[in-house]
Nanobody, 122 residues
Framework: QVQLVESGGGLVQAGGSLRLSCAAS????????MGWYRQAPGKQRELVAT???????NYADSVKDRFTISIDNAKNTVYLQMNSLKPEDTAVYYC????????????????WGQGTQVTASS
């Protein structure tokens, strides 16, 4: 059984910074891709950023040059450094992981965290 545990959300003034963390725990898994999605009230869940185990990154245009995603493979943890936050960044942020799971035969499985609220006030 694999779990994703998120931390680091909160309330910040516009222009401020927050850092999100998400740790994958369990047994018999390896990381393929980890990342962050977000969902604002009344809107669909959208990609924020992803990073592969090898470090290849992908960002939504709306967060490029403000957000930085990184991964610590030894800790099975992904981070999202969010700078210059805007009110439109306000949303529930969900950690996402595409993992290879299995001790003998590995299967690719998607996991989601429980979500953490990020609020940037104007």
């Amino acid at each position: 059984q694999v779990q994703l545990v998120e931390s680091g959300g909160g309330l910040v003034q516009a222009g401020g910074s927050l850092r999100l963390s998400c740790a994958a725990s369990g047994s018999s898994f390896s990381i393929n891709v980890m990342g962050w999605y977000r969902q604002a009230p009344g809107k669909q869940r959208e990609l924020v950023a992803t990073i592969s185990r090898g470090g290849s990154t992908n960002y939504a245009d709306s967060v490029k040059d403000r957000f930085t995603i990184s991964i610590d493979n030894a800790k099975n943890t992904v981070y999202l450094q969010m700078n210059s936050l805007k009110p439109e960044d306000t949303a529930v942020y969900y950690c996402y992981a595409k993992l290879w799971v299995g001790a003998v035969v590995a299967y690719e499985v998607d996991y989601w965290g429980q979500g953490t609220q990020v609020t940037a006030s104007s």
